[in-house]
């Protein structure tokens, strides 16, 4: 029980982070942190408990993910059709949530390893343990993680790009 | 000079090459433009991609629908269905029964069923006892104190009672034993407050129309009405000790009946089972407020003269209660 409270404690909060940034929906995030703990519970020894517990919600997001990517793209949109036509929002919680957008759409279009070695990164896995998450040579990580953030900053900046010129438009 | 390698930057800016590398990686950005200028877009991208996936953050709950859980299967309902009408039903004639029988008038043949003995002591004179007795049936019970009523509820509920003080009343040759006696009214005056209990219980939702208590209430108040006659009643036995012991039966007798009968009849709903359709037709007899707390869950619908499930199958017709 010690072991479980400790594991919970230590890798909840990043691990809720990556998924949600990954699905984009927090309470999926959520539950599947909470199944992920569960199988850790059940799990005899676990050598490196991080890389274990991340590859373990990898595992369970990847073929749901998959499936309903489709559906949450366009749930998402709808989300946002939603939040823009709301009148009553502030100003800055409308930058926010467009930026969220583009942030959410840019990811979208790395490629799956990509995505998650770059999320993985941004939780604090080293190299070591996001290629055993990811199962993949530790010497390709970096080139891995590289591709990625390139990829993620210049698509989010042609979304930015975009739409300040569709406001700009709006505004001429 | 090599050309840069940009993963070798990623990861020496992550901190993730041993010192060898990282030497040499970071002699090559001092000194060469090139390197440098890749060094720098690569912190660039770093700073750029941990902005970005901050805004990640920013996600709304319950975007994806849950998954709905799978439909339950049609046998589920008639299970649920089947366990409330037997459920009802078993209750309404295992405590309806016993209390009937036991609240049929003086002068009635009692049925061939054998009554309990103290019942059959109660409702008719044994040939032991004297005509004083058996006319102190119907003999009024004078008020009963706090102090005798509890006194005598402690004995109606078979605790042993000190200090009680012998009969007054002469004993009577062949008269029945009073400590039998005794321990039998107290049963028989448990048994019809249970019983009473039991079928304020089962009423009382089918009364909360009427006079606007939610069940629980009713029930608590029925009970309430229903403890406060039992110890009256119980009260009588006290207070009346030095008469016979049958007047003292007589007494704690009648004041619960009354109660128990106003009680015994719950208002019934009988149904003619149309499920399955190829079985043997029964009839299904339901307490008032079981069906109305069916029909107030949802289990079933009762529209006209048809009960229905969820799936909107007539389970039942509604037919006239004929005596069991």
């Known amino acids: 029980m010690q072991t479980a409270e400790r594991l919970f404690r230590e890798y909840h909060a990043t691990l809720v982070r990556y998924l949600a940034r990954r699905l984009g929906d927090r309470d999926w995030a959520e539950e599947v942190a909470q199944e992920t703990f569960v199988r850790a519970l059940r799990q005899e020894t676990i050598v490196n408990e991080r890389s274990w517990l991340f590859a373990v919600a990898n595992n369970l997001v990847r073929d749901e993910a998959r499936r309903m990517s489709r559906q949450r793209r366009q749930l998402v949109l709808m989300a946002e059709e939603a939040h823009d036509t709301d009148e009553e929002h502030a100003e800055r919680s409308l930058e926010l949530a467009q930026e969220a957008a583009d942030a959410r759409h840019a990811l979208e279009q790395l490629g799956e390893r990509d995505r998650q070695a770059l999320l993985l990164k941004e939780e604090g896995l080293g190299y070591g343990e996001i290629a055993e998450v990811l199962e993949i040579e530790k010497s390709s990580v970096g080139t891995t993680l590289s591709r990625a953030r390139r990829k993620l900053a210049e698509t989010y900046e042609a979304l930015q790009d975009a739409r300040r010129r569709r406001e700009q438009h709006a505004a001429s | ?324």
């Open chain 2, 1 to 324: 000079m090599p050309h840069p390698d940009e993963g070798l930057i990623h990861a020496w800016l992550d901190g993730e090459l041993d010192s060898t590398d990282a030497a040499r990686v970071e002699e090559l950005v001092a000194r060469d433009p090139v390197w440098a200028a890749a060094a720098a877009e690569a912190r660039g991208l770093i700073a750029a991609s941990l902005r970005i996936a901050g805004a990640l953050d920013r996600v709304p709950g319950d975007v994806i629908p849950r998954t709905r859980p799978k439909p339950r299967t049609q046998g589920w309902w008639m299970t649920r269905v089947a366990a409330l009408l037997l459920v009802a039903v078993g209750v309404a004639t295992v405590v309806r029964r016993p209390a009937s029988k036991l609240l049929e008038p003086a002068g009635v043949a009692p049925v061939p069923a054998a009554p309990s003995p103290a019942v059959s002591a109660a409702k008719t004179p044994t040939p032991a006892m004297t005509p004083a007795a058996a006319a102190g049936l119907t003999a009024v019970a004078p008020p009963a104190t706090d102090e005798s009523r509890t006194t005598a509820k402690s004995h109606a509920t078979g605790t042993s009672v000190t200090g009680l003080k012998p009969s007054a009343a002469p004993a009577t040759p062949g008269l029945v034993d009073r400590g039998r006696l005794d321990r039998d009214q107290a049963k028989v005056t448990d048994a019809l407050a249970g019983s009473v209990r039991k079928e304020s219980a089962i009423g009382a939702a089918g009364e909360r129309r009427a006079d606007g208590l939610s069940p629980r209430q009713a029930a608590r108040e029925r009970t309430s009405a229903v403890d406060k006659a039992s110890g009256a009643t119980v009260a009588t036995v006290k207070a009346e000790k030095d008469q016979t012991v049958l007047q003292v039966q007589a007494r704690a007798l009648a004041p619960v009946a009354q109660n128990a009968a106003k009680a015994a009849a719950p208002p019934l709903r009988c149904f003619e089972s149309r499920q399955p359709t190829d079985s043997a037709k029964h009839i299904l007899r339901l307490s008032v407020a079981a069906l109305a707390d069916s029909v107030r869950l949802g289990a079933l619908l009762e529209r006209g003269d048809s009960l229905f499930d969820r799936s909107r199958r007539v389970v039942a017709l509604s037919v006239r209660c004929l005596e069991p």
